[in-house]
């Protein structure tokens, strides 16, 4: 039986800290490396126009760099897609966050979705580096959430992701338990847009999330430290009872 038991480092190790404001300048994106490097995150995740700034920040740390491809509407051709991994590589990225071509979903074109992320994997994965899929949920039904969830495995993706954090809504509890039931474990889960407190962060946890991104970095590990330190930081046994808000 899995424990429910989990530490403040195990919480830390599950953020990819985001830096993706349009308004941010160089010294914000600076200061919130510094910040993810202090807490132990997995990742920052910055705009492409950051990456070289945040590894001259970050490469001597454990705290891996990753940037957007096709962001935020994944409506770009795939030479385009495949050019952008390609840069963000040769600048050291380790993992790369998609955007599948969502309009292309909604048409049910289901072949073009899965050559477009198809081949940004298999660049990719030639070098290493982890591809995580964008669908956009608040766009989408379940049916399609699933089926992208299909088309993205099949394709080689490493992680299906919730969202951008730019449409209408962001990951609730029932789009990741959904997706969690429509891969393998092959492919892992990321929540993104709306897990802003410790709360939300253990939920999605125990619904089978891997990784979530986050903005409120500094204040969810703080609080996973003091409930640790109070023998108090346990997944929910009812994820239902925690709520995510976009």
């Known amino acids: 039986m899995t424990s429910n038991v989990v530490t403040a480092k195990d919480i830390a190790l599950m953020i990819d800290h985001s830096l993706l404001k349009p308004e941010l300048t160089g010294q914000e994106v600076v200061e919130g490396c510094l910040l993810a490097k202090e807490y132990g995150c997995a990742t920052v995740c910055v705009k492409p126009g950051d990456v070289l700034t945040a590894m001259e920040v970050l490469g001597d740390s454990d705290v891996l760099v990753t940037t957007v491809v096709g962001f935020p509407h994944g409506s770009n051709l795939t030479e385009v897609k495949l050019l952008e991994a390609e840069l963000a590589i040769k600048q050291g990225?380790?993992?790369?966050?998609?955007?599948?071509?969502?309009?292309?979903?909604l048409a049910k074109?289901?072949?073009?979705?899965?050559?477009d992320v198809r081949a940004v994997c298999e660049?990719?994965?030639?070098?290493?580096?982890?591809?995580?899929?964008?669908?956009?949920?608040?766009?989408l039904t379940d049916d399609l959430i699933a089926k992208?969830?299909?088309?993205?495995?099949?394709?080689?993706?490493?992680?299906?992701?919730?969202?951008?954090?730019?449409a209408g809504g962001g990951?609730?509890?029932?789009?990741?338990?959904?997706?969690?039931?429509?891969?393998?474990?092959?492919?892992?889960?990321?929540?993104?847009?709306?897990?802003?407190?410790?709360?939300?962060?253990?939920?999605?946890?125990?619904v089978g999330c891997t990784r979530f991104g986050a903005t409120t970095t500094k204040q969810i590990v703080e609080?996973?430290?003091?409930?640790?330190?109070?023998?108090?930081?346990?997944?929910?046994?009812?994820?239902?009872?925690l709520t995510i808000g976009y």
């Open 93 to 105: 990225c380790k993992e790369l966050d998609m955007v599948l071509n969502i309009g292309y979903l």
């Open 109 to 115: 074109n289901y072949d073009a979705v899965e050559e």
């Open 123 to 139: 660049l990719s994965h030639k070098h290493g580096v982890i591809v995580k899929v964008i669908f956009e949920n608040f766009y």
């Open 171 to 206: 990951a609730t509890l029932d789009d990741l338990r959904l997706m969690r039931a429509s891969c393998s474990e092959k492919v892992q889960v990321k929540a993104a847009g709306g897990v802003r407190t410790l709360d939300a962060a253990l939920s999605v946890r125990a």
């Open 223 to 241: 609080d996973a430290r003091e409930r640790e330190k109070e023998g108090t930081l346990k997944l929910p046994e009812k994820a239902e009872e």
């Open 148 to 166: 992208a969830c299909e088309i993205c495995e099949r394709a080689g993706a490493d992680f299906v992701k919730t969202s951008t954090g730019f």
